[in-house]
T-cell receptor
Framework: GQNIDQPTEMTATEGAIVQINCTYQTSGFNGLFWYQQHAGEAPTFLSYNVLDGLEEKGRFSSFLSRSKGYSYLLLKELQMKDSASYLCAVTDSNYQLIWGAGTKLIIKP | EADIYQTPRYLVIGTGKKITLECSQTMGHDKMYWYQQDPGMELHLIHYSYGVNSTEKGDLSSESTVSRIRTEHFPLTLESARPSHTSQYLC???????????FGQGTRLTVV
């Protein structure tokens, strides 16, 4: 079966750095997405990785290792508004998006 | 700004009623999706479309139907609403398989 694993919940301090991991087992791989979802709102796109390595976009970076079936989202200089769920999603060989359950990130002052 | 709209935002309806959730996008995207999401839970794909006159069922068993007569419009219909249909329904669209999906604001449905 297809599976995406993320921690259910993480807590971090304002101004700090946090890394949210995602491991996947899918039938084929055609890219990995990270989305942010605030409570009660729709997901919004953060990043896309299809090749191994690090993609940096401001305070957010995303890393991919296809051989390990592993990705992480790195958030720097955390702000209170970063409190949200972070969803990892993988596109499989049929170009279907497989979603993880999301990681709820709690930021404390 | 994403140009994808869902109506209504909130709906409370009685058991057995027929309802249609509307979704429209002005980005000219071929791919459109309907997801169901309970609070704090993962997204479940219930229907998707690759373009006009194309519709497919997702991995979540559902008593709903969809249509795609125009590129911009992808309505979801529940023929007979039940309390188990209470959930948030999210519509999304994307330009292709390797591009991000844009989501509407969702419809929060409560069936009483």
């Amino acid at each position: 079966g297809q599976n995406i694993d993320q921690p259910t919940e993480m807590t971090a301090t304002e101004g700090a750095i946090v890394q949210i991991n995602c491991t996947y087992q899918t039938s084929g791989f055609n890219g990995l997405f990270w989305y942010q979802q605030h409570a009660g709102e729709a997901p919004t796109f953060l990043s896309y990785n299809v090749l191994d390595g690090l993609e940096e976009k401001g305070r957010f970076s995303s890393f991919l290792s296809r051989s390990k079936g592993y990705s992480y989202l790195l958030l720097k200089e955390l702000q209170m508004k970063d409190s949200a769920s972070y969803l990892c999603a993988v596109t499989d060989s049929n170009y279907q998006l497989i979603w993880g359950a999301g990681t709820k990130l709690i930021i404390k002052p | 700004e994403a140009d994808i709209y869902q109506t209504p935002r909130y709906l409370v309806i009685g058991t057995g009623k027929k309802i249609t959730l509307e979704c429209s996008q002005t980005m000219g995207h071929d791919k459109m999706y309907w997801y169901q999401q309970d609070p704090g839970m993962e997204l479940h794909l219930i229907h998707y479309s690759y373009g006009v006159n194309s519709t497919e069922k997702g991995d979540l068993s559902s008593e709903s139907t969809v249509s795609r007569i125009r590129t911009e419009h992808f309505p979801l219909t529940l023929e007979s609403a039940r309390p188990s249909h209470t959930s948030q329904y999210l519509c999304a669209s994307s330009a292709g398989d390797r591009t991000e999906a844009f989501f509407g604001q969702g419809t929060r449905l409560t069936v009483v």
